[in-house]
């Protein structure tokens, strides 16, 4: 069983940054797929981002492309996004999740970060 803590959310204005973490604990972390999703209120969760085990490779929502930057430390067991040129809609809860090679649904999820985004 793996758990995740996110951290790093707040409040922000227009155009500022904000860097989320996550940690990781009770599992080998390096062997999981790290996801970051959000949902916004009245929204459905949606994908912001993941990379891959080793690092080298992510992918992101196509509306966060350039603005944010997700990474890795498998030796402290930390998946992070850094978010810049922050927009209001970019407000909503946080959330990391892992993902097990090989397998195409999440397995864990963490309790989620507020983000909120002020005009």
């Known amino acids: 069983q793996v758990q995740l803590v996110e951290s790093g959310g707040g409040l922000v204005q227009a155009g500022g940054s904000l860097r989320l973490s996550c940690s990781a604990s009770?599992?080998?972390?390096?062997?999981?797929?790290m996801g970051w999703f959000r949902q916004a209120p009245g929204k459905e969760r949606e994908f912001v981002s993941v990379?891959?085990?080793?690092?080298?490779?992510?992918y992101y929502l196509q509306s966060v492309k350039g603005r944010f930057t997700i990474s890795r430390d498998n030796g402290k067991n930390t998946v992070y996004l850094q978010m810049n040129s922050l927009k209001p809609e970019d407000t909503a809860v946080y959330y990391c999740?892992?993902?097990?090679?090989?397998?195409?649904?999440?397995?864990?999820w963490g309790q989620g970060t507020q983000v909120t985004v002020s005009s």
């Open positions: 009770g599992g080998t972390f390096s062997s999981y797929h």
């Open positions: 990379i891959n085990t080793n690092g080298e490779n992510t």
């Open positions: 999740a892992a993902r097990r090679n090989g397998r195409a649904d999440y397995d864990f």
